[in-house]
């Protein structure tokens, strides 16, 4: 089946720390794959895509690469700030289907 | 574009009540899903909608549940009767087809007493 794994949350770091939220995929065929944010109070937003392997989706500073030997794509950021807190969902949409599957949400908090 | 827009914001009720959710999808947009967030199971698709008509309906629960499209611009989602096992926050999104981008309204928080 179609499945995403994150890495467990919650995540805490200063203003300015490096980023890295693991994300590994199962899927049959082709997947596209997604970060979306969803800040406190409000609905999930896309953050960045890939389709196809070796992809890079980058948006406000993230990147993620598509990786299809490791079945990865990880979230990066050199550089977190305050705003940058929210709860990050990795995803994939199954080539032919019109079906997202979500990941299970890391929530990130970065202090001053 | 005034987004995804969904009602009420909040749904406190008691159990055996019947719920009824709605959801206002981006003007344009062709596909409208139904998804729950709950802590322990993350976010589940329940139903999506191509040119109103129901395409996928296998992550409804149970038949408690049901889901509505009369038109483009319009879906309900209702629960009769409520448990207090579907507290959750109940979430709409529109998109073209297929999908690049989901959009997504900022949910309804129910709460079953």
């Known amino acids: 089946g179609n499945s995403v794994t994150q890495m467990e949350g919650p995540v805490t770091l200063s203003e300015e720390a490096f980023l890295t939220i693991n994300c590994t995929y199962t899927?049959?065929?082709?997947?596209?794959l997604f970060w979306y944010v969803q800040y406190p109070g409000e609905g999930l937003q896309l953050l960045l895509k890939a389709t196809k392997a070796d992809d890079k989706g980058s948006n406000k500073g993230f990147e993620a690469t598509y990786r299809k030997e490791t079945t990865s794509f990880h979230l990066e950021k050199g550089s977190v700030q305050v705003s940058d807190s929210a709860v990050y969902f990795c995803?994939?949409?199954?080539?032919?289907?019109?079906?997202?599957?979500f990941g299970k949400g890391t929530k990130l908090t970065v202090n001053p | 574009d005034a987004g995804v827009i969904q009602s009420p914001r909040h749904e406190v009720t008691e159990m055996g009540q019947e719920v009824t959710l709605r959801c206002k999808p981006i003007?344009?947009?062709?596909?409208l899903f139904w998804y729950r967030q709950t802590m322990m199971r993350g976010l589940e698709l329940l139903i999506y909608f191509n040119n109103n008509v129901p395409i996928d309906d296998s992550g409804m629960p149970e038949d408690r549940f049901s889901a509505k499209m009369p038109n483009a611009s319009f879906s309900t989602l209702k629960i009769q009767p409520s448990e207090p096992r579907d507290s959750a926050v109940y979430f709409c999104?529109?998109?073209?087809?297929?999908?690049?981008?989901?959009?997504f309204g900022s949910g309804t928080q129910l709460s079953v007493l």
């Open positions: 999104a529109s998109s073209h087809l297929p999908i690049e981008k989901l959009f």
């Open positions: 899927a049959t065929g082709y997947p596209s």
């Open positions: 995803a994939l949409k199954p080539g032919g289907s019109e079906k997202l599957v």
């Open positions: 003007s344009g947009h062709n596909s």
